[in-house]
């Protein structure tokens, strides 16, 4: 009698916190009663870009590099302006 062999997955154990090493606003867009922050979060082996509406974090995305997250960003940037955002000239 032949056994099935059983896969077994093997997953890495999962963070338990993530160490950021720097962070940095892209952009800042203010419009319809509403401020949209766009951050570049440096971490050890990604970069990630949070998307925060009034205080609130909306969207996280993760890349590889660091010009992929910006390029996004200027994308992002562009088609909220497209609806009505206008950038916010205090942002460094």
Same mark, same amino acid.
């Given at each position: ?42 971490? =050890?082996? *990604? ?9 609130? &974090?909306? %969207? !996280?995305?993760?890349?590889? @590099? +660091? =010009?992929? *997250? ?9 088609? &909220?302006? %497209? !609806?009505?955002?206008?950038? @916010? +000239?205090?942002?460094?």
């Amino acid at each position: 009698m032949l056994t099935k062999s059983r896969l077994t997955e093997v997953r890495p154990p999962a963070r338990t916190h993530i160490d950021e090493e720097a962070r940095q606003t892209l952009t800042m867009l203010h419009g319809c009663a509403q401020t949209v922050n766009v951050v570049l979060v440096a971490l =050890t082996d *990604a970069v990630e870009l949070e998307v925060w509406a009034d205080g609130t &974090l909306r %969207r !996280r995305s993760r890349f590889l @590099r +660091d =010009t992929a *997250a910006r390029k996004y960003s200027d994308r992002l940037a562009s088609r &909220l302006e %497209r !609806r009505g955002y206008h950038r @916010r +000239d205090d942002v460094k």
